[in-house]
C-alpha cells in the first residue's frame, strides 16, 4: 500500500505532530511505503527519523469571487503522477483545498478533520460577511473537486467533530477516529530525576503547586484565566507556580498583565520548547482553558507524564474526561470551580496512575493500525 499524506507545513500544532507520528510508525510497517508532502520549509518539529520521507512542494490556491483564480498545482500533480498513492490523506484545510485540484481517481482520498472546519459550515442568511460567502464559496468548489477524484472519506478526531461533519454533509462517509500521542515519549520514566531547573522555581522560598499550561497564545485557548484561578488559589491560602509553553500574538500582553496583577513571579513564559515531556514530569496538575478544543491531544499527554487534568468544557475534550477520574471538565469560567477541582487534585496519586493507563489506550501504534484498517475496510 502507498500512501500519501499531506499537510500545509510541520509548524507546532497537534495536527502536525500527529502527522509526523503516523509517518513514524507506519515507515516501519511492512508492504506499505509512506511519504508527506508539505506546501513550505515551516518545520518546528524534530524530523530527523522521517527526513527522507518528506517532500517540500510550493503549492496554492487562491480562489475569488471575482478575479481570477490562481492554482499552483503543476508540481504536486506530477509528484503524486510518480507516486503512484492507493491513500491520498489530507490534512488541515488549505491541505484539503489545494490537494483536490489535482487529479488522481486511482487513489482513495481521505480528508483529516482535526477540528469542526469553519469553511464547511452551512451559509447562514442571518449573518452575511465577506468571510461567510467566500466560505461557502470555497465549500462548493471543494465538493465539486471531491466529486472529480471519486468523493473522500472524512476522518473524525472526536464525536463532536463527528457530528458537526454529520450535520453539514450525508454523502461522504465519516469515521470517527479519536486522535494519538507517542505514548512511550511522555510517560515518565522510573528513574527520573529532576535534573533541569524550570524557570526561576528555585528561587521560590513556599512549596508551591505546580501548574502547568500548554498551547498557543491566541484567544481561544484563553489563558488570562489562568491567571484568575492563580489569584483565587493564593485566596485560599495555596501559592501556585504555573509554567506556559506556547508562543503566539497575545503571550506579551499576557505576561505584561501577570505583572499588573502582581503574580509575575508565580509564573514563567517559556515560549515554545522541544521538550515538552521533561516540564510535564516536573509539574503537578495539568490545567487547560481553551474556550474551543477540538480533542485536546495535549491532555493525553498530560496524563501519559501522570497529571491529573483540570479543564474547561471546549467541545471536543469531552471525549477524553471522566470526572473524578481522570480529572474534571469544568462547563463554565468559573475560577472558583477551577481552584476547587485543583486543589482536590493536587498530589493524587491514585488519579496520577489512572491517567497513565488511561494515556496508554491512544498510543500512535494502536492508532495506526485502526488506520490502516480504515484504509483497508473503505471500498
Known sequence: MRILHIIPSLSKGGAERLVIDIVKKLKHQDHIQVHLVIFRKDIN??????KNRISIIPSSVKLSLTKKWKINVTELQLFINDFKPDIIHSHLFEAELVSRFCNYKNARWYSHLHDNMVQLERLSWHSISKKNLT?????????LRYKKNGGTNFIAISKHTESY??????????H????AIDFYRFKKPLKYSKIKKIGNLSSIKYQPIKLINIGSFVTKKNQSLVLEIIIELNKKGFKTYCLFLGDGELKNELERRSIELKISDQCNFLGNVENVEEYLWQSEVYLHTATYEPFGLVLLEAMAAGLPVVTLDGGGN??????GENGYLIEEQ??????????????NKE?????????????????????????????
Do not use: T, W
Request: hydrophobic share 35%; glycine share 2%.
Open 165 to 174: 461533519i454529520k450535520s453539514i454533509q450525508s454523502r461522504y462517509p465519516v
Open 45 to 50: 518539529h524534530n524530523i530527523s527519523e522521517i
Open 351 to 379: 488519579i496520577s496512575n489512572y491517567n497513565v493507563k488511561f494515556a496508554g489506550q491512544f498510543d500512535i501504534q494502536s492508532y495506526c493500525s485502526k488506520l490502516l484498517k480504515i484504509y483497508k475496510n473503505q471500498n
Open 176 to 179: 470517527l477516529l479519536h486522535n
Open 135 to 143: 466560505n461557502f464559496f470555497e465549500k462548493l468548489i471543494l465538493f
Open 318 to 323: 469531552r471525549d477524553l474526561m471522566i470526572n
Open 334 to 347: 468559573n475560577p472558583k470551580k477551577f481552584s476547587k477541582r485543583i486543589l482536590q487534585l493536587y498530589q
